[in-house]
């Protein structure tokens, strides 16, 4: 299994549009970050794509990512799902449907934001995304592309947000509390890529220092931190964080 990081950047992606700081003049290309998202390669050779950043037609383009089995989402904020329409590129290729992962609640909100994907209409030719909505449980592995797959309650402030874990593979984005039942299917990791908004608490993100003890907690063999913002410095963050654990930066592939 391969997990390639599309963006580990904040919901403004880093540069800032407008500002002038050290990291968003930096010409150092692992602080430049789109909206945060990875996709997994599976042994199979299917993939999982987590969340549907505005950055999504890029983020495949730099990747190479040409193929798209299934989506599964975080939440419902803009920065994680408004390239869904860019899924039409997937249906294209691979002439089927894309099936797309989420608790119920966030499933009807997808429904809600993009109605003209999911109604019926008289339009024909490529126009839309083909989706299938799989809905999920918090807590209830199920198997697909022979991965166990277990959604996991998070907090990011009072919205509810969903952690994957993939096999051996978690992600944990968006997210300022984790509950101890969740915290409890975070054992035996060989990686694990969890938020980490900026040095500063925050109130629906874990800083630095609350990703960095957490992940200590639960002693994964490889930790990132994505969902960054222009307040960490790709080198002075390298530099600072105890093993196992490094900040990511967009175009990396973990093998697994």
């Not at 300022?176 to 054992?187: G, T």
Request: proline residues 6%; hydrophobic residues 35%.
């Amino acid at each position: 299994m391969e997990v390639i990081v599309l963006g580990c950047g904040t919901s403004t992606g880093v540069p800032i549009v407008g500002c002038h700081c050290a990291v968003c003049r930096s010409q150092n290309p692992r602080n430049h970050r789109f909206r945060s998202s990875v996709a997994v390669q599976l042994p199979q050779g299917q993939v999982i794509l987590i969340d549907t950043t505005p950055d999504l037609r890029q983020q495949a383009l730099t990747n190479r990512l040409e193929r798209v089995d299934a989506v599964f989402y975080t939440h419902c904020h803009a920065d994680h799902i408004h390239g869904i329409d860019e899924i039409r590129s997937y249906n294209f290729l691979q002439k089927e449907p894309v099936s797309v992962y989420g608790v119920e609640e966030h499933l009807a909100h997808l429904k809600k934001v993009f109605p003209y994907i999911f109604e019926k209409t008289i339009q024909v030719g490529g126009g839309k995304p083909n989706i299938e909505t799989k809905t999920v449980e918090l807590f209830k592995p199920f198997e697909l592309f022979g991965v166990t797959i277990t959604p996991l309650q998070m907090w990011h402030g009072k919205l509810l947000t969903v952690g994957w874990r993939i096999g051996n593979f978690a992600y944990l984005t968006d997210v300022n509390c984790l509950p101890d039942e969740s915290r409890s299917y975070l054992d035996g990791l060989d990686l694990l890529i969890i938020g980490a908004l900026r040095y500063r608490k925050h109130p629906t993100h874990f800083t630095v220092e609350e990703a960095t003890d957490l992940a200590l907690s639960v002693s994964p063999k490889r930790c990132y931190l994505t969902h960054m913002c222009h307040e960490i410095e790709y080198n002075e963050a390298s530099c600072k964080l105890p093993s196992p654990i490094h900040p990511a930066y967009d175009t990396l592939r973990i093998a697994i």
